[in-house]
């Protein structure tokens, strides 16, 4: 969302023109040809369940654990006279456990409350799906109330479930929330004497991405949509690798009908001891099929990661031995075969019952996440091989392990290079400092080898408890610019992570926060949606006059680009000052210079400010440009500033 720049705002900006430093900075743009051909869909995101990013978050389902399998089979539960959680003769043989209600007709009444995740969040005058498993072990109809429960205690709706048959079978209620509710609590509950069966109980709000049933959050697929990412990396991170290989990340436990995919723990639960989550686990209902179809509905492309057969190399030395590897590579052919082959193949077959008959069109496969050590080159060059064989096409990214240098990188690069992996994934979470010092970073990088794909990056500003302020989005853009003129060696980047619940995060920053009702954007998520916007695949000389690129002389840094469509050429420029800075950018190389143009931009003279809930004080304003007469572009840029300029 632009916002066309205000009369206080401009005259802020005059005013701190005037205060400038004298001597115009020159800069110079070469419109002769590109220098590099890039990606124009390189910038995107990484996504992992992490922060209840995916349960309790994207994924729209509002109980939690609603099919007891959670160890403590009640956990998020509040059960309430005579409930059992049994098991013989289940609905779902991958999730057995179901509740079984007794009531003899006590005032007490006998069912179970449902606390969401940290809440239910419900919107009034919105529609609720409840959906359930039930049967009556006794063989008699029996009345079970339904309620969404506020969270003074009184009871916001009622409707009553008659079940009625011995086998088991599907019952659904819609609901029209009379409020709003950040956190209400769903009850099941039985006054009369009977006994009943229940498993799955699940609420979705109908109002969900696309309407699906069973779909995803719409507002945090929009935000996601708006981003306008090139590409999505999934699901991991650390929950590909599991603290354990039998918690791994395994895609084929995410297919098929969501009542009966497992279960899984996920290792954010109890990763960081003094944010431990023990209520949280993976229900897989935003499996690999929704997220290759979250892609195909945002233009992203998708970048799956596997297990390459080590799990968290941090946390466990557990690995698979090579001889017994096959089933993991299997996995990675499989999956690609799942997302690419035709709907008359094994997995494509699998791919068009679940609805898309047509291949997903995958590109990009990453083996391992952040791995290191012989153990996983050994590994990896098996999936390689494997996957030549049978995929040619598709590109593999190797890891250069979990941080942007030392021994693990050292070692790995040069392994990487003799693999003939076609992207190497760099993790980089560093201080903002770090970023600007790092926008030459890949001035100097090898041409011929892999390309560099920077699968995690954020900047962590320490002191501000790695908030996410301006100073860190500003830090951010600035090394982008040194992305994007690196841009043939730097094929895509994506930033890390994505989601984060304000009331269950584990992990900050992160590029979107929500709650149970609303979601915000960060300064960080609009550097990232001004490059996703402005990527183009010419990527043009900005230099000094001497030649040089712009990577902080002046607190200065630049990259510029060409839409090869429309001729226009645009400019990325980040002032990190905090003055404002005169400057003066002058277009060579061709007969006829850019005339005028929009600024899109963001500033703030105070870097430690965020946005939230209430205010989005960091968003994109634009300004109009005019290139003078002697075809050069005069302006002062004001302090702290991150514009992008579109020249026609
Ligand atoms: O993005 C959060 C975590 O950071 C990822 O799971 C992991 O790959 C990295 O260490």
Known sequence: MKRFITASLLSTIAMLSLQAQEAPVTMEVDLSRPIAQADDRMYGVFFEDINFGADGGLYAELVKNRSFEFPQHLAGWMPFGQVSVESASPCFERNPHYVRIVSHGELTGSGLENEGFRGIGLKRGATYRFRVYARCPKDQSVPVNVELIGSNGATLCRQTLHVSSSDWKAYELTFESPATEAHARLRVVMRQSGTVDLEHLSLFPTDTWKGRPGGLRRDLVEALRDLHPGVLRFPGGCVVEGNSLATRYQWKNTLGRVENRPTNENRWNYTFKDRAFPDYFQSYGLGFYEFFQLCEDIGA????????????????????????????????LDLIEFANGPASSRWGKVRAEMGHPAPFGLEFIGIGNEQWGPEYVERLELFIR?????????????????????????????????????????????????????????????????????????????????????????????????????????????????????????????????????????????????????????????????????????????SASRDAQTGTTVLKIVNTAHHPSSIAIRFNGSRRHPSQGVCTFLQADDLNVVNDFDQERIAPHTMPVRVDADGVLRMELPANFFGVFELH
Not at 304 to 326: F, K, N, W
Not at 437 to 442: D, E, K, L, P
Not at 486 to 506: E, G, I, M, S
């Open 386 to 558: 494997a996957i030549r064989r049978s995929w040619p096409d598709v590109k593999i990214v190797g890891s250069s392990g979990p941080s942007a240098d030392g021994d693990k990188f050292d070692y790995l690069w040069p392994e990487m290079k003799r693999l003939k992996a076609d992207l190497v994934d760099e993790h980089y979470y560093m201080e903002p400092e770090w970023f600007l010092r790092n926008a030459s970073r890949y001035d100097h990088y090898d041409r011929r080898g892999p390309k560099v794909f920077a699968g995690e990056y954020a900047a962590h500003d320490h002191s501000a408890g790695k908030a996410n302020n301006f100073r860190a989005a500003l830090a951010e853009a600035a090394f982008m610019t040194g992305l994007e003129r690196n841009a043939d060696v730097v094929r895509l980047a994506t930033y890390a992570p994505l989601f984060a619940h304000v009331d269950a995060w584990q992990w900050n920053p992160d590029l979107i926060w929500f709650d149970n009702l609303r979601s915000f954007r960060t300064p960080n998520y609009y550097v990232q949606q001004l490059f996703a916007l402005h990527a183009h695949s010419q990527i043009m000389r900005i230099a000094t006059p001497d030649g040089q690129p712009l990577t902080g002389q002046n607190d200065l840094y630049a």
């Open 301 to 332: 492309r998708p970048l799956p990661i596997l297990s390459v057969g080590l799990s968290c190399q941090y946390e466990s030395h557990e690995q698979v031995c090579l001889d017994s590897l096959q089933p993991y590579i299997q996995d990675a």
